[in-house]
């Protein structure tokens, strides 16, 4: 049930707070914020984020906002076109659907600007020949080759600030009445057609388009999208659609004729997941995946509960991983679109020791640790703050700054930062830890670790002197190995912590 369901809650959620309110959220669940993520929002932004916090968003997850742009949501919109064509007229004409409600914030948000050609500026090139092989774009291989994509004058100009993304360009007039497509962004008075939404080559979608034909730029669909999942509740397992339930547990929205989203699963995956398993498995999960929820993870461990009962340990694991998210190579630093690795760490050194691990279960019958301990709560997923509580592979990271959390000193002043990592049982011990103190991206100065407990527990402590006023997040990174040597470069778990310092 995760796609595309998972990604319409969070697109709603930015585009109806917008940039300052984001910022704002983000802060509120910084080392010294509030904790509170409704704080400053109006009723229709509150009730927007309490959705997608209800499906499972996490909380701590907001700092992806200006890079996650909508996932794959609208390249899974031919499914809805093919399948329930009436899906995005229904939207906005049939009663229990935001956008036939005139007073719904999608009314309000809808746009169907209307202009004519001025121009067809020709064709653009795209010369980024680049093969994507990570986790969140290997999709995109889809399009390799297709790189002619027409550009458009319009004679007239839509209002600055409206919302426009992702638009689809509709042709109103002369040969190419009735052709449509999606745009990928406009820029004063010219639009750059994007891929067509299975991924042919878009000046074919439109030709025909001459200069003087009536064109309208319509953001109807993409709306109707951020809502869909409010038409696809599924079986009461699915708890997080509980919000979509009335006390008898019907559905309160209009039901589409059936559930899309398995077979999106199958079609990818070869098959819908159901957790009849008859080997080993070891499922990781990011605790703030932006896209595959954590509450995920749960429910395939309980599907695996319902077949396997008493005997689930004897076959199956379940590791949540701290401060990551769902893209697997997030420390890259050359690439602008890559998320802030000042919030996260990548899970590659935990993913490398599970399959080793399992490995040594199905080759020696060598259990591995025990599954994370965690909590469900709401959407959500909780875990200890203890290393020996949670469990799991990953390291636990605790840090200070003057003994805090957040602090207030004056330019020139030292600070004295200190940390914990603690090594969960049997999981290997400390290996090495290091500092980023003013947003430098350079976690290279390894930190001298005061090792206890045989490596299982390190602290570490230093100083730095901020010379200039402002807000800073120091952040410390640390990593742990089965073996505790550094040679073992496949295999370090990593976590951090971050602390906030205001400078005055």
Same mark, same amino acid.
Request: charged share 25%.
């Given at each position: 049930? #995760? ?51 209800k ?7 907001w700092?992806?906002?200006?890079t ?14 093919n ?15 935001a ?9 309000k #948000? ?37 790189d ?17 993304y992702?638009?689809?360009i ?14 990928e ?5 010219v ?46 397992s ?5 919000q979509y ?22 079609n ?11 080997g080993?498995?070891?499922?990781v ?12 993870g ?9 077949h396997?009962g ?14 990551c ?20 760490v ?98 290279s ?15 570490v ?32 778990c ?7 310092v205001?400078?005055?």
């Amino acid at each position: 049930m #995760a796609v595309p369901n998972v990604f319409g809650p969070r697109v709603r959620v930015m585009r109806m707070l917008g940039e300052e309110k984001l910022k704002h959220l983000v802060d509120t669940m910084e080392p010294g914020g509030s904790g509170n993520i409704y704080e400053g929002l109006d009723d229709e932004q509150r009730m927007a984020l309490e959705e997608a916090t209800k499906m499972g968003f996490p909380k701590r997850g907001w700092f992806l906002w200006p890079t996650m742009e909508d996932g794959a949501l609208m390249v899974l919109a031919p499914y809805i076109y093919n399948v329930f064509p009436d899906y995005f007229t229904d939207f906005w004409e049939k009663p229990g659907y935001a956008g036939a409600d005139p007073n719904s914030n999608e009314a309000k #948000a809808r746009i169907q600007f209307e202009t004519r050609v001025a121009e067809l500026i020709g064709f653009r090139n795209d010369e980024n020949n680049e093969n994507y092989s990570s986790v969140d774009k290997s999709w995109q291989n889809m399009s390799a080759g297709q790189d002619i994509t027409p550009q458009i004058r319009m004679k007239d100009i839509p209002e600055q600030g409206k919302n426009l993304y992702h638009c689809r360009i509709k042709v109103l007039s002369g040969k190419a009445k009735g052709k449509e497509n999606s745009i990928e962004k406009i820029e004063n008075d010219v639009i750059t057609v994007g891929k067509a939404f299975d991924w042919s080559d878009s000046y074919h979608a439109l030709t025909g388009l001459a200069v003087g034909d009536k064109i309208m730029l319509d953001n109807s669909d993409y709306l109707a999208m951020q809502t869909f999942q409010r038409h696809q509740v599924p079986d009461d397992s699915y708890h997080v659609y509980d919000q979509y339930r009335d006390k008898k547990g019907n559905p309160i929205y209009p039901q589409l004729p059936f559930l899309l989203s398995p077979i999106i699963a199958k079609n990818g995956g070869g098959e819908v997941p159901s957790g009849d398993i008859h080997g080993k498995v070891i499922a990781v999960c990011s605790l703030l995946d932006e896209s595959a929820y954590p509450w995920h993870g749960d429910w395939y461990r309980h599907a695996v509960e319902q077949h396997l009962g008493e005997k689930t340990d004897e076959m199956f694991r379940l590791y949540y991983n701290d401060n990551c998210v769902h893209e697997d190579n997030t420390e890259r630093l050359n690439d602008p679109k890559q998320s802030d690795p000042q919030h996260q760490v990548d899970y590659l050194g935990v993913l490398h020791q599970v399959l080793l691990d399992l490995a040594d279960w199905c080759e020696k019958n060598k259990a591995p640790v025990p599954s994370t301990n965690y909590r469900y709560c709401d959407g959500q997923i909780e875990v200890p703050d203890r290393a020996d509580e949670r469990g799991g592979l990953q390291p636990v990271v605790k840090c200070f700054a003057n003994g805090q959390k957040c602090i207030h000193v004056k330019a020139g002043e030292t600070v004295t930062f200190t940390a914990s990592i603690e090594v969960p049982n049997h999981t290997g011990t400390v290996t090495a830890a290091a500092w980023d103190f003013e947003y430098t991206n350079d976690f290279s100065r390894r930190e001298k670790l005061e090792m206890k407990e045989k490596g299982h527990l390190a602290n570490v402590k230093t100083t730095h002197i901020f010379e200039k006023p402002g807000t800073y997040f120091p952040v410390l990174k640390a990593q742990s190995s089965r073996t505790g040597t550094l040679d073992d470069i496949y295999v370090q778990c990593k976590n951090m912590d971050r602390v906030r310092v205001v400078v005055e």
